[in-house]
């Protein structure tokens, strides 16, 4: 089993690299959170991997932490979830936007990454919401989980408002969760409450 890598980057694709280590190019399926480091030929580079072993040869999977590496292996314990449908959910959402879309039931999100549908997005939360942390989400991030769903036409206008500001989607997720009686207010109210407590 292939832990981890350490070398030189020979050349980047779209959604991998190929690192030199000792010689030998292994190509690395990676997320978008090892690819936002901006690396570049020569660079040197030390990736957490997962290696999956199948009838179609061995694929090497790369991420730039421990942490994102167990969420993944999380991910693919969820039946009809493959390591490449997991980095795609990792890739578009990132590690602390996935966690607080399990969390929160927040099956729309996950089923915007890339070969995801709605059913899966669903299975995904179903099977793995008694193991997100909230409480260390809250602590690492400062954002505050409400477990109750955004839902309504008023709150998901309010959500793409300040998604469309510019606002990220877990923190604006996490600022219209915590609003009382939301459901009883029009878009412009939550909204108007939402950007106070993110100017905070």
């Known amino acids: 089993m292939i832990a981890s890598l350490k070398g030189r980057v020979l050349y980047r694709d779209i959604s991998s690299v190929v690192i030199e280590c000792g010689g030998v190019g292994y190509e690395v399926f990676v997320t978008s959170s090892v690819m936002s480091h901006g690396l570049s030929a020569g660079d040197e580079i030390m990736l957490h991997t997962y290696m999956q072993v199948s009838e179609n040869g061995i694929s090497l999977f790369g991420f730039s932490s421990r942490e994102e590496k167990k969420l993944f292996e999380k991910l693919i314990s969820v039946s009809g979830v493959g390591p490449k449908g997991a980095v795609s959910i990792l890739s578009a959402l990132g590690q602390t936007g996935l966690l607080i879309a399990i969390a929160t039931n927040d099956h729309k999100s ?3 990454a890339p070969g995801i549908g709605t059913k899966t997005a669903q299975k995904i939360i179903l099977d793995l919401k008694d193991k997100v942390d909230t409480d260390q989400i809250e602590k690492s991030t400062g954002i505050t989980v409400d477990v109750n769903e955004i839902s309504g036409s008023a709150a998901e206008e309010a959500l793409m408002a300040l998604t469309s500001l510019g606002f990220k989607d877990a923190e604006s997720r996490s600022a219209i969760a915590s609003i009382k009686d939301k459901d ?6 939550i909204l108007g409450i939402a950007l106070k407590k993110l100017a905070r």
């Open 184 to 189: 009883k207010m029009d878009a412009e109210a």
């Open 110 to 112: 996950i089923s915007k």
